[in-house]
């Protein structure tokens, strides 16, 4: 069995900061691509951010500048940092990943259980 878990959700002011964890754990060979996704009520899930094992990132316009991903291949951890957080930020937040478990050929999307972030004007 694979888990994602997050942690680092809560209520922030407008301008303010929070970091996001989201730990894997269980029988993992390696982890490719890690993501966090973000769902607002009443819209579609959307990727905020990515990076992939050697580093590289990826975000979507409305966080460049403001968002960092980040990872720790040897806690199987990738992190969100938020600065300048607005009230349109606030939504559910997923992380994910793309895991090989131990002993397995395919690679498998897993998420984790999302935490809420909440901006306030």
């Known amino acids: 069995q694979v888990q994602l878990v997050e942690s680092g959700g809560g209520l922030v002011q407008a301008g303010g900061s929070l970091r996001l964890s989201c730990t894997a754990s269980?029988?993992?060979?390696?982890?490719?691509?890690m993501y966090w996704y973000r769902q607002a009520p009443g819209k579609q899930r959307e990727l905020v951010a990515s990076i992939i094992s050697g580093g590289s990132t990826n975000y979507r316009d409305s966080v460049k500048g403001r968002f960092t991903i980040s990872r720790d291949n040897a806690k199987n951890t990738v992190y969100l940092q938020m600065n300048s957080l607005k009230p349109e930020d606030t939504a559910v937040y997923y992380c994910?990943?793309?895991?090989?478990?131990?002993?397995?050929?395919?690679?498998?999307?897993?998420w984790g259980q999302g935490t809420q972030v909440t901006v306030s004007s």
């Open positions: 994910a990943a793309d895991i090989q478990r131990d002993g397995a050929r395919s690679v498998f999307g897993y």
């Open positions: 269980g029988s993992i060979f390696s982890i490719n691509s």
